[in-house]
């Protein structure tokens, strides 16, 4: 009896060592056809900003959020269907084909941001999802982690917050260190929200209460 006992314990813990191998590959730099695959749809994410720029006439009748919400929904339906289907993609992690994949999870990270956050925060956000998050992947082993990525990510934000907002410098270097430094932080892995979620929604999230603390502090934004 105690001997199955150890049996199952052992199989628990081989099958949680398995999957976390699956998330965290041994090798800092991967190469391998489906990493090309995942690298490439995760740079591929900040061409949804072109939302922005679709003027609001070509939506026709059902006007920008009830075409955003269709889609959301399409996205939701598609990826219910291939978990129950049992659907292969390729670059899809083996984990991934039992539950949300991290396409689904940054498609809701993206209807949430949409929906709630102004533009000059969110564009940022999924920038440095698109692009930070593999630089991450490629250099976590390496000497320059996380100090290449983290100046990377402060660099996306300092960019756009300037070419978007109107705040002054020293509004700008605080909003944007705080965002890229966010930013980073998101990526460390949780329990079961995908970090390609929490690098969407969480920057802009944090980015708004400081914004709400400063306005309430009197402190002038530009």
Not at 35 to 60: D, F, K, N
Not at 141 to 162: M, Q
Not at 169 to 178: D, E, N
């Amino acid at each position: 009896m105690r001997g199955d006992v150890e049996e199952k314990i052992e199989k628990v813990v081989k099958n949680i060592v398995d999957e976390a191998n699956q998330k965290e590959p041994r090798s800092a730099l991967r190469t391998g056809k489906n990493e090309i695959i995942r690298r490439l749809v995760h740079m591929s994410i900040p061409l949804t900003l072109v939302y922005y720029a679709i003027p609001p006439e070509m939506w026709g009748y059902m006007g920008r959020e009830t075409g955003l919400l269709i889609v959301f929904i399409f996205v939701i339906l598609f990826e219910a269907a291939r978990i129950k289907k049992k659907i292969t993609i390729p670059g899809f992690r083996p984990y991934e084909a039992r539950r949300l994949s991290a396409a689904a999870w940054a498609g809701i990270a993206l209807f949430i941001s949409f929906n709630l956050f102004p533009m000059e925060l969110v564009v940022p956000s999924v920038i440095a999802m698109g692009f930070i998050d593999p630089l991450n992947g490629e250099m976590r082993r390496s000497k320059y982690y996380p100090w290449v990525p983290g100046a990377a990510s402060i660099g996306i934000y300092l960019v756009s917050l300037y070419f978007l907002a109107s705040y002054n410098p020293f509004v700008l270097l605080f909003l944007s260190a705080a965002g890229g430094t966010v930013a980073m932080a998101s990526e460390i892995p949780h329990l079961w929200i995908d970090d390609d979620f929490m690098m969407i929604v969480t920057p802009p999230a944090v980015l708004s209460v400081l914004i709400w603390i400063m306005t309430a502090l009197g402190i002038p934004l530009s």
